[in-house]
């Protein structure tokens, strides 16, 4: 059974950082490109960043490129997101999903991220 189990949300004021974790199961991780997406209350599902599964390069939505950084360990079978400078407009539940083919993709249950004073 394939599980992506996201942890590391919560609250925290503007201008701090948290670091998200993304654990997998039930499908060999390594071969994966892992992505991090996250939906703010009645917004679509964005992307906010990704890296391949060999860990060789990364890519991010403009928004949050030079704050956030992915990273991935595959002896872990996990994936990080580090968010630096946060801010109110990065409140979103934040989503991992794994991606091999258009059959062989998952997303997780998501975590809540939320940035306020």
């Known amino acids: 059974q394939v599980q992506l189990v996201e942890s590391g949300g919560g609250l925290v004021q503007p201008g701090g950082s948290l670091r998200l974790s993304c654990t997998a199961s039930?499908?060999?991780?390594?071969?994966?490109?892992m992505s991090w997406y996250r939906q703010a209350p009645g917004k679509e599902r964005e992307f906010v960043a990704s890296?391949?599964?060999?860990?060789?390069?990364?890519d991010y939505a403009a928004s949050v490129k030079g704050r956030f950084t992915i990273s991935r360990d595959n002896a872990k079978k996990t994936v990080y997101l580090q968010m630096n400078s946060l801010k109110p407009e990065d409140t979103a539940v934040y989503y991992c999903?794994?991606?091999?083919?258009?059959?062989?993709?998952?997303w997780g249950q998501g975590t809540q991220v939320t940035v306020s004073s």
């Open positions: 999903y794994a991606y091999f083919s258009r059959i062989f993709n998952y």
């Open positions: 039930g499908y060999t991780f390594s071969n994966y490109a």
């Open positions: 890296i391949p599964s060999t860990g060789s390069s990364t």
